[in-house]
C-alpha cells in the first residue's frame, strides 16, 4: 500500500506526486518539478559560478520559495535550506547498510529520510510517520522519479530535501 492510499481515508487528506528529474543537474542547469499531470510546478535553478553547490527553487513565476546550499567545511554531507523565513539542515549519516538523513527543521519537528537513495526509492518520515515516499515506479520516462507527499505537508520543503539528497547522492 502506497503513501496516498494510507492517506486517503474519510479523515485526511490525499497525497500529491511530483515528477522530478533523476540525474538532477549541474551546476548552471536548470529544470522543472512537475506534478502528476505535467503542471509545471517549481523551477530547480541551479546557481553558476559559486564555490559550492546552490540551487534556487522558484515558483512558476519566478519568485524564489527556497534557497538550497552546500554547507563549508563539514566532515559529513550538509546542505542547508532556506525558504520563507526558515531553514532546514539535512544531514548524510556516516554509516549504515542503507542511505540514512537527518533534516533538523528550526521551529519545527524534525524530519529522518532512509532507503536507497541512488536509485530513488526512499521515504521521508517524521516521529515514525511517512510524509513523502520517492520512488521511480510511477513515471516511465526515462531518468524521472516521483515524489508523494502527503496533502498536509510543506511540499516546498519536501521538494527541498529530495534535491538536497539527490545532490549528495551524486557528489
Known amino acids: 500500500m502506497g503513501l496516498r492510499d494510507r492517506l486517503r481515508g474519510d479523515d485526511g487528506p490525499g497525497a500529491t506526486r511530483y515528477r522530478m528529474q533523476e ?9 522543472w518539478i512537475e506534478d502528476e499531470s505535467g503542471q509545471k510546478m517549481f523551477k530547480v535553478n541551479g546557481k ?13 513565476s519566478g519568485h524564489e520559495v527556497a534557497k538550497i546550499q552546500e554547507r563549508e567545511l563539514r566532515l559529513r554531507d550538509t546542505m542547508k535550506i532556506e525558504l520563507d523565513g526558515r531553514s532546514a539542515t539535512v544531514h548524510k549519516a556516516l554509516v549504515g547498510i542503507r542511505d540514512r538523513y537527518k533534516i533538523d527543521v528550526d521551529g519545527g519537528p524534525d524530519l529522518s529520510a532512509h532507503g536507497n537513495v541512488v536509485d530513488h526509492e526512499y521515504e521521508v518520515e517524521r516521529d515514525g510517520h511517512t510524509v513523502a515516499t520517492v520512488s521511480k515506479r510511477w ?9 508523494e507527499i502527503g496533502g498536509d505537508q510543506d511540499v516546498a520543503l519536501v521538494l527541498a530535501i529530495t534535491v538536497c539528497m539527490d545532490a549528495m547522492a551524486r557528489g
Request: glycine share 6%; hydrophobic share 40%; aromatic share 12%.
Open 139 to 147: 513515471f516511465r520516462v526515462r531518468e524521472t522519479y516521483g515524489v
Open 23 to 31: 540525474k538532477l543537474l549541474s551546476i548552471g542547469d536548470d529544470y
Open 48 to 60: 553558476v559560478a559559486r564555490v559550492r553547490d546552490t540551487f534556487i527553487l522558484e515558483d512558476p
